[in-house]
């Protein structure tokens, strides 16, 4: 069975740095887009940033242009979201998933998205 499997998070302060990396088995890897994910507690999981399958195209949340950079690595079977300037409002659960729109640029809505991995969690305090 395929899976998605996210490491890389953590306890941070506010302007600190991490990376994200996303990992999984599935031979057909490349031949999708993939995206980041987060849910903070009370709230909906929202987009984050997502790449094509090439990584040639990328797409960030307005709340994390700039900052956080996704990226792939198609031999090695992962995606990475680096993270930088780290603030508190960034603190949640972050998701990595494999949309089903193989052939589509990057989606934003999580409803394209069929394949989840179970999160790791990141916490940046002020």
């Known amino acids: 069975q395929v899976q998605l499997v996210e490491s890389g998070g953590g306890l941070v302060q506010a302007g600190d740095s991490l990376r994200l990396s996303c990992e999984t088995t599935s031979r057909t890897f490349s031949s999708y887009p993939m995206g980041w994910f987060r849910q903070a507690p009370g709230k909906e999981r929202e987009f984050v940033a997502g790449i094509s399958r090439s990584g040639g195209e990328t797409a960030y949340a307005d709340s994390v242009k700039g900052r956080f950079t996704v990226s792939r690595d198609n031999a090695k079977k992962t995606v990475y979201l680096q993270m930088t300037a780290l603030k508190p409002e960034d603190t949640a659960r972050y998701y990595c998933?494999?949309?089903?729109?193989?052939?589509?640029?990057?989606?934003?809505?999580?409803?394209?998205?069929?394949?989840w991995g179970q999160g790791t969690q990141v916490t940046v305090s002020s």
């Open positions: 998933a494999r949309s089903r729109l193989q052939t589509q640029p990057v989606s934003t809505r999580p409803s394209v998205y069929d394949l």
